[in-house]
């Protein structure tokens, strides 16, 4: 085999390599200095100059299929695109980016050279923010990214973003990957091309796109410190203490990982000199630190390469902040009573630690004394530290005055509706009663009561600063009162139940007169009288006596012949009941079987069994008798036969 045949032979499977690139992931460890960084620049007007980093042709202002603009907003361009697309630069407002209107083939969009040493057998990140700049679905961008050496491109350097979908117009992403220098390095070179035709959409925008060394994952902590968090570490103004800060590289980046700690100066970050900056641990003595924000970070890299800017990773920094202390100002609710409860402030913090007398101790910011005595006077001292965990002192006086004796004439009293009870309370200078309803005068020592139902007058006796409370119950007896229902109907030998009713309070009732009740203690007794009656319900209490009467109305018993014979011989001729005349309206209705009405009437008349002056024949008759109100209705049947 020859060997330009093995040139061929080798570059024909890089080849099939590059053909074969799947989308990667950018750098999940520490990234070192950029090697590139491309922001297209900023400036004044809103279309910046061409570059000469493509094959694309440049348009100052609407670019068509093959072209490019380099601009600040994608505002007034093409009506497909998002109209409000800016660059990606963080706080860069006059920042400009790249706008691509795809060309119909593939072809190289940008290609740069890499112009500075970099280190072989070290990973390293080459890297876009790329956004699909379509408004509507159309083709999608695919972009390819490419790193050769000496022209060939390097295994595993070579990787697709995939088709980047529609979006917003904010949907900058981060696209790229990683890769391994050979150790042969030669000229490399970055390539980005499209993969997808133009014509139908595949336009895009370009910001930020960067090369530089990716390393592993960096994590730091810090020992000794108030707290640890988001690479902040605090102390506080005056401490005097030996911190402790350390980075982790996570294993498999570096065979031999090389530390390299930096401070910043306020301008520039330099090569610490304290104990352990080339170690993963460095020392950091604070005397009587001073306000302020220092910051520390770490170089990590391959043996031998700490000192090369292009091959080495940078850890976040570590802000370590000497914080002031707080300046509390504790005071409570003022001079209080026996008995009552004492609120303890303090104006800031974020935790909090007081003592006082009796043992009190509380980590609550604004704390109650409940029912204090005079052995709670005295000084209360809060500690209280700020969110960086600095802490400071501040006290406050606790007064406790002496209680007010109060009394009254009377805790209880009853009276009956519409009595009145002289309420009288002593021990103060000035009064105050609740509820006001009822009273002659709720601000004065002695106000006459006249409730209306039962209450319970609370009177605060005051010495003008402290007070205390009584109470006094006066009970409101109601009235008897008797009500002994509705007038009662009923038929002779039958009964009835009355219903009475009995209000008031420590009441007795009796039924008079007791005759045919079945019990005149009860209220509602059953009655059975023989004939009308008249009872009265007498309903007494300790305040009055109340009566009432109920009417028994009682109707003879009701017989109703069973047959009648109108044949003309003056024997039982007509069907009558004579017990119907005791009624005021009785109600008669004679029917045939076949439901026909063949008598009726109203008063006391007898039937004579005839229907419209004609005699019925004999036969079995249904008849409905209804009397008065209060009384069942009767129904059968009447035999007539001649």
Request: glycine residues 8%; proline residues 6%.
């Given at each position: ?85 800016i ?47 379509l408004?509507?679905?159309?083709v ?7 790193i ?61 796109i ?124 003022g001079?209080a ?48 530290f ?84 009584k ?19 009923m ?36 009655a ?74 109203t008063?006391?008349?007898?039937w ?35």
């Amino acid at each position: 085999m020859t060997q330009a045949y093995c040139r061929y032979f080798t570059a024909l499977i890089l080849f099939l390599s590059f053909l074969k690139a799947e989308a990667q992931q950018t750098c999940v460890g520490a990234l070192g200095d950029p090697v590139i960084n491309i922001d297209f620049d900023r400036g004044a007007s809103n279309i910046g100059p061409s570059i000469n980093e493509t094959n694309y042709s440049y348009v100052a202002g609407n670019p068509n299929d093959g072209q490019y603009t380099i601009v600040k907003t994608s505002a007034g361009l093409n009506p497909g695109w998002h109209q409000n697309v800016i660059n990606h630069t963080p706080n860069d407002p006059n920042g400009y980016f790249m706008l691509v209107n795809a060309d119909l083939n593939k072809g190289i969009f940008y290609q740069t050279q890499i112009t500075t040493q970099l280190c072989p057998n070290t990973t390293y990140e080459f890297a876009a923010y790329i956004i699909n700049i379509l408004r509507n679905s159309g083709v999608k961008p695919n972009i390819r990214f490419t790193i050769t050496n000496n022209g060939l491109p390097i295994p595993g350097a070579d990787f697709l973003t995939g088709d980047i979908p529609e979006g917003s117009a904010t949907d900058w992403i981060k696209r790229g990957g990683t890769f391994i220098t050979p150790a042969n390095l030669g000229i490399i070179k970055l390539v980005m091309t499209n993969e997808n035709p133009g014509g139908n959409g595949n336009d895009l925008a370009i910001d930020d796109i960067t090369f530089r060394a990716c390393g592993p994952i960096i994590t730091s902590t810090v020992t000794n410190a108030n707290n640890f968090n988001n690479n902040t570490a605090n102390i506080c103004v005056g401490d005097t203490r030996i911190l402790i800060l350390s980075a982790k590289a996570s294993p498999g980046t570096y065979t031999s990982p090389q530390y390299q700690w930096q401070e910043f100066d306020g301008n520039n970050w330099v090569n610490s000199t304290k104990p352990g900056a080339q170690s993963p641990d460095l020392t950091v003595n604070f005397v009587n630190a001073s306000l302020g924000n220092y910051k520390f970070q770490v170089l990590v890299a391959e043996n031998g390469n700490i000192n090369s800017t292009t091959c080495r990773v940078i850890s976040s920094p570590i802000t370590v902040n000497v914080n002031n202390k707080p300046n509390p100002t504790a005071s409570n609710s003022g001079a209080a009573c026996i008995g009552s409860n004492v609120q303890l402030n303090v104006d800031q913090g974020v935790s909090f630690s007081w003592t006082g007398p009796n043992g009190f101790s509380s980590t609550v910011q604004n704390p109650t004394l409940p029912n204090v005595s005079l052995s709670s006077a005295g000084t209360y001292i809060v500690t209280v530290f700020n969110v960086s965990g600095c802490s400071n002192t501040s006290q406050t006086q606790v007064q406790v005055l002496p209680p007010v004796i109060a009394n009254t004439n009377i805790t209880a009293g009853t009276i009956c509706q519409n009595e009145s009870v002289d309420l009288i309370a002593s021990g103060g200078s000035s009064y105050s009663w609740l509820p006001i309803d009822g009273l002659s005068d709720p601000n004065i020592a002695n106000p006459t009561a006249s409730p209306k139902q039962t209450t319970t007058y609370t009177v605060s006796v005051s010495n003008g600063t402290c007070s205390v409370t009584k109470n006094i119950t006066i009970t409101v007896l109601k009235s008897a009162s008797a009500y002994a229902g509705e007038d009662k109907k009923m038929l002779f030998g039958q009964s009835v139940t009355l219903n009475g009713n009995a209000i008031g309070d420590n009441i007795t009732y009796l039924w008079s007169p007791s005759d045919y009740l079945e019990d005149p203690t009860k209220l509602n007794p059953v009655a059975t009288p023989p004939v009308d009656m008249t009872y009265t319900l007498t309903v007494q209490s300790n305040c009055n006596v109340s009566m009432d009467n109920v009417f028994v109305k009682v109707y003879p018993k009701i017989e109703i012949p069973s047959a009648f014979t109108p044949n003309g011989d003056g024997i039982n001729d007509t069907w009558n009941i004579p017990s119907i005349a005791s009624f005021t309206n009785p109600k008669l209705k004679v029917v045939n079987r076949n439901g026909q009405l063949v008598f009726e009437s109203t008063n006391t008349q007898s039937w004579d069994g005839k229907f419209n002056g004609k005699g019925l024949p004999t036969g079995v008759y249904y008849y409905t008798l209804y009397l008065n109100e209060g009384v069942k209705i009767y129904s059968g049947w009447v035999l007539l036969t001649r």
